[in-house]
């Protein structure tokens, strides 16, 4: 079964840093586009970020220069490190793999979502 | 890096059609035929409801579809069933590797 699955969510003051995780299977992490979606309370989603297949990154402006997207190919999970976190940074961030056939057609997989909340 | 106009609400009875409208510019939705649209119900993860503007993936009903003209795509649900009440989405690429989507637009079936 194709399934995605995040964990690492959690309280963490305003300043600090949070490393999420996106563990997948049924495919390979390494041989897809995957990003991160997030989701702020009561609010619509907002593309993060994408790794490709190629390693390639790339960052909403928002999140560059704070967030970094990483895989470890041998436990075929994706990451997303979040640095100098903020208020606004507060969301339930979502893992998705891209379709592909030549081009990134849409997010046909997703996971259920961890919840990150950046209070003091 | 702005999001796409969406209503931020549209309403129909069962069996009508309805038309939920995504906005952008020349540099994503008018630029490419990469335009995906999304349904989420409460508390739950986005579905995967339209690619390219207007192609279906496989399981999704053809009560669904898209289209797009000029800066605008466009999602039509007919027939609506109680179980489309949801808020939908609007994703377009927007160049450099960068996607954007729009505020979203919660259906209510009456």
């Known amino acids: 079964e194709v399934q995605l699955v995040e964990s690492g969510g959690g309280l963490i003051q305003p300043g600090g840093s949070l490393r999420l995780s996106c563990a997948a299977s049924?495919?390979?992490?390494?041989?897809?586009?995957v990003s991160w979606v997030r989701q702020a309370p009561g609010k619509g989603l907002e593309w993060v970020s994408i790794?490709?297949?190629?390693?390639?990154?790339y960052y909403a402006d928002s999140v560059k220069g704070r967030f970094t997207i990483s895989r470890d190919n041998s436990k075929n999970t994706l990451f997303l490190q979040m640095n100098s976190l903020r208020a606004e940074d507060t969301a339930v961030y979502y893992c998705?793999?891209?379709?592909?056939?030549?081009?990134?057609?849409?997010?046909?997989?997703w996971g259920q979502g961890t919840t990150v909340t950046v209070s003091s | 890096q702005s999001a796409l106009t969406q209503p931020a609400s549209v309403s129909g009875s069962p069996g009508q059609s309805i038309t939920i409208s995504c906005t952008g510019t020349s540099s994503d939705v008018g630029s490419y035929n990469l335009v995906s649209w999304y349904q989420q119900h409460p508390g739950k993860a986005p579905k995967f409801m339209i690619y390219e503007g207007s192609k279906r993936p496989s399981g999704i009903s053809n009560r669904f579809s898209g289209s797009k003209s000029g800066n605008t795509a466009s999602l039509t649900i007919s027939g609506l069933q109680a179980e489309d009440e949801a808020e939908y989405y609007c994703?377009?690429?927007?160049?450099?590797?960068?996607?954007?989507f729009g505020g979203g637009t919660r259906l209510t079936v009456l």
């Open positions: 790794i490709y297949n190629n390693g390639n990154t």
């Open positions: 049924g495919f390979t992490v390494s041989g897809n586009y």
């Open positions: 994703c377009s690429y927007a160049g450099s590797s960068t996607w954007v």
């Open positions: 998705a793999r891209w379709q592909w056939q030549g081009r990134a057609q849409g997010m046909d997989v």
